[in-house]
C-alpha cells in the first residue's frame, strides 16, 4: 500500500511515518519543513527504499494532486499546530490548516483511489463542562484561531463529502505526548526547562484539565482505523483519548518530580486570553474496534521526560533565533510579572 503522508517531520508525523514504513507501506513524505519540523525525527528511515521525501506545501494544489493520484491513503498531518502563536499570527493557520486541507480535498476529490484520512483535534468542541465528554456528533465551539480553523477545515471536509460523495476518515485527538515533541509544546517546554533549573512559567491557577494520550497509542489507533477505512460517503469521525485527564498544575508537578527539580520552579503567570478550561473526548466507538491505550500516563510521562534528558546536548544547543524570540515575546512580560501577579 502506498501512503502520502503530510507534515512527516513534524511531531505525530514522524512516528505516523515509521510506524507504516515498519508495516511494510511505502510512504511519501510532503513536509514544507515550518519551524516545527525536524527532519532528524527520520534520520531512521530516510535511507529506506520505502521511504519518499518531498519538499513542499500542501497549499500547492498542483503538488499535492500529483502526489494524490500515486497514494492509495492520504493523511494529513501537516499544520500549524501551537495555539499561543495563533494567537500571535492567525493568518497563517488559517492559510495551512483550511486552505491546506481544501487543497487536499481538490486533490482526492480528483483521485478516487485515494481516501484522506485527516487529523483534527479535541479543541473543536472549545470547553466543557465537568462531566461532559464530547461524542463524534458534539457540536463545535472553538475559542481560538488555531481551533477555529481545524473546525473549519472539518466543515469544508463536511461539504466534500456531501457534495462528491467522498468517504472522509476524520481524526479527533486529545493532547499527544511523546519524545520529538517540538520544546514550544506545554510537556517537552516544562520538562526541558525543569531539566535546566528553569522556571516553570504555568497559565493562570493552572486548573485547565487536559486528555493526555502516549503517541503510541495514537500509532495503534491509526492502525486500527487504516484497518478498516470507511467506503461510504461522509465524514467520519473517530475519537482518540486516553481517558486520563490532569490539570496543567498536576503535570507540572509530576514533570518536575522525574526531573529531579524542585515544584517551587513552578511559577504562576497570567493567563493566556480565552483559554479552554476543560477538554474530554468520548472514545467508546474506536473502543468498540477493539483499541485501547495500553500507557499509563505515568509511564508514558517517564519515558518522554527520560527521552528529553538523554537529548540535552541536542535541544540545550538548539536555541534558534526564531524560537528564542518567541519565548520571549510568549513568557518574558509574564514571568517578570510574576512577582506581583502572585502577591
Ligand atoms: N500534538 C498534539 O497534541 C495534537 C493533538 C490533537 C491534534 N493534533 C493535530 O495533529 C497534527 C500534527 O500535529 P503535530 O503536533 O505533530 O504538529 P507539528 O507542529 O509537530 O508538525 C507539523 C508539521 O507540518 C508541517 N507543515 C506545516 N505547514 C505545512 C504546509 N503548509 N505544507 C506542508 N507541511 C507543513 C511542518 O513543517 C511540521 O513538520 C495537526 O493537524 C494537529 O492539529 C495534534
Redesign the pocket.
Known sequence: MRALV?????????HVVRSLIASGWAVTN?????????PGNLADVAGNPRYTFVH?????FDLARNLVDKADVVL???????VDRSLLDPLVFV???VE?VVSLLEAVRHAPQARLV??????VFGSLPLGIEAAEDAPFAPTSP?SAS?AAAELQIRAYAATYGLPITV???????GPG??LE?FIPLFTTRALAGEELPLYGDGRQEREW?FVEDLLSAVGVVLADLPVAPGAHAVHIGSGERLPNIEVAGRICDLAGASRSLIRPVFDRPGHDRRYALDCANLRARGWAPRVPFDEGLSRTVRWYADQAATWSHSADNDFAAYLDRQYSARLSAVEEFGS
Open positions: 503530510t507534515g512527516g517531520c513534524g511531531f505525530i508525523g514522524s510532503l513536509d514544507c519543513l515550518t519551524y516545527a519540523s525536524n513542499g506545501d500542501i497549499c500547492d494529513n498531518f501537516a499544520a500549524e499546530t501551537h492559510r495551512t490548516d491546506g485527516h487529523m483534527s483535534t479535541d479543541e488555531y481545524k481524526l479527533r485527538c486529545s493532547n499527544v505526548y515533541q517540538h509544546k494520550l
